[in-house]
């Protein structure tokens, strides 16, 4: 049972209490009802003034929730840092060979944006080389 349900059942049983308070006066035929009685006729009043506004709520809110214009779509912030480890074989099956080389090749490429470029090394013809002597024992 939802909750629109349950207030209404709540509400019907409420009011059906109501009705039973008034009878009760009637047949004994007076015109007001005790204090006991005004006070729970009264309590049942606020009640289902209070279950009409929340089932109204409700109702205002489904309708809304179905016209396209009341809702946003979501997005991914751009910002978001998600942890790719490029190592890890989580999520590839035993067997899986193709998964299992696509991976390691992301990991070999990860590797390399890692390590300097061959630009970045000073290379064998630039400045001054030094020239060893082969060792004493030789």
């Excluded at 349900?5 to 009760?24: E, G, N």
């Excluded at 779509?73 to 978001?80: H, T, W």
């Excluded at 992301?106 to 290379?123: F, G, I, N, V």
């Amino acid at each position: 049972m939802n909750p629109v349900d349950k207030l209404r059942s709540d509400r019907a049983y409420v009011l059906d209490a109501m009705h039973a308070i008034r009878s009760a006066a009637d047949a004994e035929t007076r015109s007001t009802l005790t204090e006991d009685e005004k006070a729970r006729f009264d309590a049942g009043e606020k009640f289902v003034r209070e279950c009409d506004e929340a089932i109204e709520s409700h109702n205002t809110l489904a309708r809304l929730a179905q016209d396209p214009a009341h809702v946003e779509r979501s997005f991914s912030a751009p910002n978001v840092v998600v942890h790719d480890n490029p190592y890890s074989l989580d999520g590839i099956g035993f067997g899986d060979d193709q998964a299992i080389r696509s991976q390691a090749l992301r990991a070999l490429d990860a590797e390399k944006s890692l390590r300097p470029s061959s630009r970045t090394r000073p290379s064998a013809s630039s400045g001054p080389s030094v020239r060893r002597s082969p060792p004493a024992w030789r």
